[in-house]
């Protein structure tokens, strides 16, 4: 497993513009500590979908954002409380963190990350706790400029019990978090299988989408 995208293991992280001004950060090939993100750029800075498992994944990932534009992260939407997800939070210096009321919990709850007896060793940097501190029980409403950026809870346990979307109806682009793994095996050790089952069957309708971003393996379009 690799660490650091510079680094031997999975390819380089790929940048992809899905919507005018939505960008989806794909990191393969989405094993262990590797996820994908995203971000929405608006004339007055920039909401981004996630953070990552590294301190040196997280800086690529706002190097990234800078090759884009110059404003800054004004938010950052957590979908879930992992650590690929998380860790990297404290980087987004001055980003109001937001996610759902367990994630907060989950984050504090985990605490601090940690190789063995797990996975193999990370080189997971100088990594300080940001959990979500503006935090909701259903969902709340983002606004990037005009583009509106709804933020749900699924409403059940699912991947985890924290496990929330970013819709912006407007370009129909859905940032799933870990709810859909692309070619892979979803995890759900700490989540419910009949929980994601409900989620991706009954409760995802709400959402008809065509381009999806999911939190681990490439994002996918469904036209």
Same mark, same amino acid.
């Given at each position: 497993?690799?660490?650091?995208?510079?680094?031997?293991? /999975?390819?380089?992280?790929?940048?992809?513009? %899905?919507?005018? &001004?939505i960008?989806?950060?794909?990191?393969?090939d989405?094993?262990?500590w590797?996820?994908?993100? &995203?971000?929405v750029?608006?004339?007055? $800075?920039?909401?981004s979908?996630?953070?990552?498992?590294? +301190?040196?994944?997280?800086?690529?990932?706002?190097?990234?954002?800078a090759?884009?534009?110059p404003?800054p992260v004004?938010?950052l939407?957590?979908?879930? @409380?992992?650590?690929? @997800?998380?860790?990297g939070n404290?980087?987004?210096?001055?980003?109001? %963190?937001v996610?759902?009321?367990?994630?907060?919990? &989950? +984050?504090?709850?985990? $605490?601090? /990350?940690?190789?063995?007896?797990?996975?193999?060793?990370?080189?997971w940097?100088?990594?300080?706790l940001? /959990?979500?501190f503006?935090?909701?029980?259903? $969902?709340v409403?983002?606004?990037?400029d005009?583009?509106?950026?709804? %933020?749900?809870?699924?409403?059940?346990?699912?991947?985890t019990?924290?496990d929330?979307?970013?819709?912006i109806?407007?370009?129909? +682009?859905l940032?799933?978090?870990?709810?859909?793994?692309?070619? $892979?095996?979803p995890?759900?050790?700490?989540?419910?299988?009949?929980?994601?089952?409900? +989620?991706?069957?009954?409760?995802?309708?709400?959402?008809?989408?065509?381009?999806s971003?999911?939190?681990? %393996?490439p994002?996918?379009?469904?036209?």
């Amino acid at each position: 497993m690799s660490d650091a995208p510079d680094r031997e293991g /999975p390819g380089a992280p790929r940048l992809q513009e %899905v919507s005018d &001004g939505i960008f989806a950060y794909v990191q393969p090939d989405g094993t262990w500590w590797i996820n994908n993100t &995203g971000f929405v750029v608006g004339s007055r $800075g920039v909401t981004s979908v996630d953070a990552c498992s590294t +301190v040196r994944r997280t800086r690529a990932y706002l190097e990234a954002i800078a090759s884009v534009t110059p404003r800054p992260v004004r938010t950052l939407v957590n979908t879930h @409380h992992h650590g690929d @997800h998380t860790f990297g939070n404290h980087l987004f210096a001055g980003a109001t %963190v937001v996610g759902h009321e367990r994630a907060r919990d &989950g +984050v504090l709850a985990w $605490g601090k /990350p940690f190789d063995e007896p797990f996975w193999t060793k990370v080189d997971w940097g100088d990594v300080e706790l940001e /959990p979500p501190f503006l935090t909701f029980t259903d $969902g709340v409403t983002l606004w990037a400029d005009e583009l509106r950026c709804e %933020v749900r809870h699924v409403g059940t346990a699912a991947h985890t019990t924290n496990d929330s979307i970013v819709w912006i109806p407007e370009r129909r +682009v859905l940032f799933c978090g870990d709810l859909l793994f692309n070619g $892979g095996t979803p995890f759900v050790l700490q989540g419910s299988v009949a929980g994601l089952i409900e +989620v991706l069957e009954e409760s995802w309708r709400r959402w008809a989408r065509r381009r999806s971003s999911p939190g681990t %393996v490439p994002s996918r379009d469904r036209s």
